[in-house]
């Protein structure tokens, strides 16, 4: 089955997959949808033992984006490459855990592997022993976007995206700590939060999350744009992961679309 929504907090609508002419391949049609429209979608499909499975594979809790309008992908990092990315704030005081580029060392609280491509942003490679070798320990760590160029879309929406994980439920204080991404439009002198996953919640215990926004309903479109990514272990101590990966800047023509 396919299940879908076009507002979040909606009900899914459930519809069975057909097949296509004995090829082994399914397929449903969703119902037409207005330019603009971002719609919420996921898959299940149960085992003949009887165990139903979805894509992704937090199903409802974390379920593919499609946008109704004409995508362009402007900007697309999987960190394969280094575009300028830097770690390290003035005020970062954390000990261990500090960001990497890596190939991740997978534990209970970080993941195995990259979701796209070899490499991705993860707080502190694991080096073997416990889960705690190389975890956020003493304060935060400071991950920074190059500077992103958004003035120049002209008639186009703009989005940014990316994928998120984070684990803080894991160690001798549980659900304490925060993952904070913040965006600036002025190289930073000044900060607008986009997002705070924790101290709970549903995306605090490991996992690949997506996240899309609309800078302009937070920031000037400037040529001066700039994210960061503040993940820590304040006060006691915890095992706290955090990682980034597949970061995009795309551009929505929705005028061009019938």
Known sequence: TVSYR?????????LSLGGIGGTGDLSTNLPGQPCGTQIEVFFSAQ???????????????APF???VTNLTT????????????TVGAPDDDATSGIWERVNPNGTSAQPADALFGPLCYVTGQHPGGG?????????KTTLFSPVLDLSDTGDDAVQIRYWRWYSNTAGAAPNEDIFQID??????????NVETVGPGGAETSGGW???????ASLINLTDSVQMRFIASDEGSGSLVEAAIDAFEKVANTVEQIA
């Open 131 to 139: 889960d705690g070798a190389n975890d956020i320990d003493n304060g």
């Open 74 to 85: 402007v900007l697309e990092d999987n960190f394969d490459g280094d575009l300028g990315w």
């Open 65 to 67: 984006v499609i946008d």
């Open 47 to 61: 085992t003949t033992g009887g165990q139903t499975v979805t894509l992704p594979e937090y199903g409802a809790d």
């Open 209 to 215: 999350f997506q996240h899309s926004f609309d800078p």
């Open 183 to 192: 965006i600036s439009d002025d190289w930073g002198a000044t900060w607008t």
């Open 6 to 14: 076009t507002s979040p907090g909606d009900d899914f609508t459930t």
